[in-house]
């Protein structure tokens, strides 16, 4: 079955108060996606997100991020008061994170202290069902709050080596808070299944995104330090990251804990089975970033500045994928291998059965190291996922400016055609790449728009300016509806 999506992040739905959430805008976009004939919503990953904003650096892989919670379903419990809420359209274009945190949860206290939630008996069942990993994540976070959210390296070492006299004495002490974060969650979680069970309905099913690692100052290192490659003093000794390639000269220092994959594997792989089903439940189907972390990972001393003096490790392979699905069935996963892949990769994928990806950026683009044959749309496969670009790339109007003019000639040469617009041009190329083979056809909203650089996602290996698009309530028009709807029928993407 041939299908098509549409990539766009919670946080660049419109919305009345400075960020997407799960609110009637979201709703919206799914009635535009089905009218659309878009089968896939693709998101970015949904977890709660601390310095820099990337939603790859979470403080729990478990936990949502509150600013997605409705302010509108709040004060239609009478939890708040209509006056309570901020302004209409905050930064309408773009995400004021600093506006956020000193807002956003000042207002979810109050619905917490409005709500008595301790007696709500649905609350207390999800409290029961997720105490695995939520009783550790409030704790954890209810602790931060109180150290001026400190990473938790620098608690004192009762708290950092998890002394359980110790974390007693904060569960009594912190009872309240850890209540806060757990109601956090319970609103979270309960806004998101409605909104996926809304999208199911309407023929729409979503792809979720979970990065390979997980942040060092996150309740799951915290909890559960023997699975990660930390000394006796808890501290990193490698941290995560990419080698230097045609986009960064230094590589990309990403700083995440890795994993010891002798002990997942003598656990069975527990987390990871747990991991994996608790997204299958979020999700219809998971696309796992840096899938080629799991063949061989990237090493860098911890304390390192760049990524320059890393090292390749073996990762535990298909091993890893055959528990899990031993365990949960066949997954519905997208494997993120992108960039330069050896043979044991490709094996890596090609055992598991999983799709890969394809970006076209990379067909015309001597940055990338993978080079441009297995991103020319001849040689895709059926069971492949293609995309302009991801959120990690320039927008195709951006990239069209950065590339090199015989770059740009190549593809004109690849499209037969001397068009000199950039827009008319990527609607060609957005027509090529519906027209492959590939089994799914994913495109970034900021190319349906025909939005340049400032509209990117993210600019891999920076800090600042990343996350912050938004777009426009009457960006998604009926004109672009017809448009989208079109083109999918032509190529039977339906």
């Not at 109601?183 to 999208?199: I, R, T």
């Not at 915290?222 to 080698?243: I, S």
């Not at 996963?333 to 890596?348: N, S």
Request: aromatic share 14%; net charge negative.
């Amino acid at each position: 079955m041939r299908t098509s999506g549409i990539l766009l992040p919670i946080t660049s739905l419109p919305s009345h108060y400075g960020i997407g959430c799960f609110d009637q805008e979201a709703y919206r976009f799914v009635d535009k996606l089905a009218a659309a004939k878009q089968t896939y919503w693709q998101i970015l990953p949904l977890g709660i997100t601390g310095y820099g904003d990337s939603p790859y650096q979470s403080f729990s892989t478990f936990a949502g991020n509150p600013y997605f919670i409705s302010l509108d379903a709040l004060v239609e419990k009478g939890w708040l008061a209509p006056e309570d809420l901020p302004a209409a359209d905050v930064h309408a274009d773009y995400v004021d994170y600093e506006y956020i945190y000193n807002h956003r949860y000042k207002l979810l206290e109050k619905a917490y202290q409005a709500s008595h939630i301790a007696d709500d008996e649905a609350f207390l069942a999800y409290c029961k069902d997720n105490a695995w990993w939520l009783d550790d994540y409030a704790l954890f976070m209810a602790i931060k709050a109180q150290y001026d959210d400190e990473s938790w390296l620098y608690w004192p070492n009762e708290l950092r080596l998890r002394n359980s006299d110790a974390l007693n004495a904060k569960r009594e002490e912190l009872a309240d808070t850890i209540c806060y974060h757990k109601f956090l969650q319970y609103m979270f979680w309960s806004q998101w299944y409605a909104l996926k069970d809304y999208a199911n309905k309407q023929g729409v099913k979503i792809i979720g995104d979970i990065p390979i690692y997980v942040a060092f100052d996150s309740s799951d290192v915290w909890g559960n330090p023997a699975l990660f490659q930390l000394d006796e003093d808890v501290k990193p000794t490698a941290v995560a990251g990419v080698p230097p390639d045609g986009f960064s000269a230094t590589g990309q220092l990403w700083g995440n804990p890795l994993y010891r994959w002798d002990e997942h594997k003598a656990t069975h792989y527990q987390w990871w089975i747990a991991r994996i089903a608790y997204c299958q439940k979020a999700y219809d189907v998971i696309r796992i970033d840096h899938f080629r972390g799991f063949d061989e990972y990237f090493s860098i001393p911890f304390g390192d500045e760049t990524a320059v003096n890393g090292h390749w490790e073996k990762g535990p392979g298909y091993d890893l994928f055959k528990a899990i699905e031993e365990a949960l069935g066949k997954l519905d996963v997208i494997a993120e291998d992108l960039g330069y892949l050896t043979d044991t990769v490709k094996q890596l994928v090609a055992d598991c059965g999983y799709p890969g990806m394809k970006l076209l950026q990379f067909a015309f683009d001597s940055r990338d190291s993978s080079g441009a044959n297995a991103y020319l749309p001849h040689n895709y496969t059926e069971n492949s996922v293609v995309y302009t670009g991801t959120h990690d790339n320039e927008t195709m109007m951006g990239w069209f400016e950065s590339i090199k003019p015989e770059e740009k000639q190549a593809l004109k040469d690849y499209l037969h055609t001397d068009e000199d617009d950039d827009a008319t041009l990527l609607d060609m190329c957005i027509e090529l790449i519906f027209s492959s083979v590939s089994k799914m056809c994913i495109v970034p909203m900021q190319d349906y728009l025909k939005l340049d650089n400032s509209a990117r996602m993210n600019q891999p290996n920076t800090l600042g300016n990343n996350w912050m698009w938004r777009m426009g309530k009457d960006d998604f028009s009926d004109e672009l509806i017809h448009h989208i709807r079109a083109l999918t029928e032509k190529y039977h993407r339906i």
